[in-house]
T-cell receptor
């Protein structure tokens, strides 16, 4: 089954404790991205990647890091989480040739930073 | 530059009545436009997309949208609402210029369906 998976689905942590949210897709998509969703703000892009070893900032990259060492994986790293990073996070992927921009989303990771 | 405005944060309808969710966009180039639906505690699912092939786009679950360039609109409609349509809906625009792959999401419209 074609899908985007994220882990963990729920995470409660404390300020300053480094964490990683994993994202994996099995569709051989070149493009992967991370979003955060906050009430009344829709989805805002954090980082995106056009392919292996190619990443770029989205609209709200501060406080986040990403890496793309393999095509299928795109982990999101919070080196020193803060309470303002409490949010619902989505990973997504898509092709960049043929039928671009149609993104497939993971189920989301709800992060709480206390 | 691109932007998208969803004109209503909440829309409330009765089951069996028509649905209209409004979306206006701004784009410097030929845009790709999408509607996604998010059911409670779920990820986003593509409803339909416009990529210049046809101005009237049909999607899943009976939804459709019409691209109107003169009005810079891409409103989502459905003739008859069902209880299962209650969800959050997002309009998304993405310029197809210069290989830009940063989509812009609207803030969402919450569709409430009353029995």
């Amino acid at each position: 089954e074609a899908q985007v998976t994220q882990n963990p689905r729920y995470l409660i942590t404390v300020t300053g404790k480094k964490l990683t949210v994993t994202c994996s897709q099995n569709m051989n998509h070149e493009y992967m991205s991370w979003y955060r969703q906050d009430p009344g703000l829709g989805l805002r892009q954090i980082y995106y990647s056009m392919n292996v070893e190619v990443t770029d900032k989205g609209d709200v990259p501060e406080g986040y890091k990403v890496s793309r060492k393999e095509k299928r994986n795109f982990p999101l790293i919070l080196e020193s989480p803060s309470p303002n990073q409490t949010s619902l996070y989505f990973c997504a992927s898509s092709l960049i040739t043929g039928d671009p921009y149609e993104q497939y989303f993971g189920p989301g990771t709800r992060l709480t930073v206390t | 530059a691109q932007s998208v405005t969803q004109l209503d944060s909440h829309v409330s309808v009765s089951e069996g009545t028509p649905v209209l969710l409004r979306c206006n966009y701004s784009s410097s180039y030929s845009p790709s436009l999408f509607w996604y639906v998010q059911h409670p505690n779920k990820g986003l699912q593509l409803l339909l997309k416009y990529t210049s092939a046809a101005t009237l786009v049909k999607g899943i679950n009976g939804f459709e949208a019409e691209f109107k360039k003169s009005e810079t609109s891409f409103h989502l409609t459905k003739p008859s609402a069902h209880m299962s349509d209650a969800a959050e809906y997002f309009c998304v625009v993405s310029d197809s210029s210069g290989g830009s792959y940063i989509p812009t999401f609207g803030r969402g419209t919450s569709l409430i369906v009353h029995p």
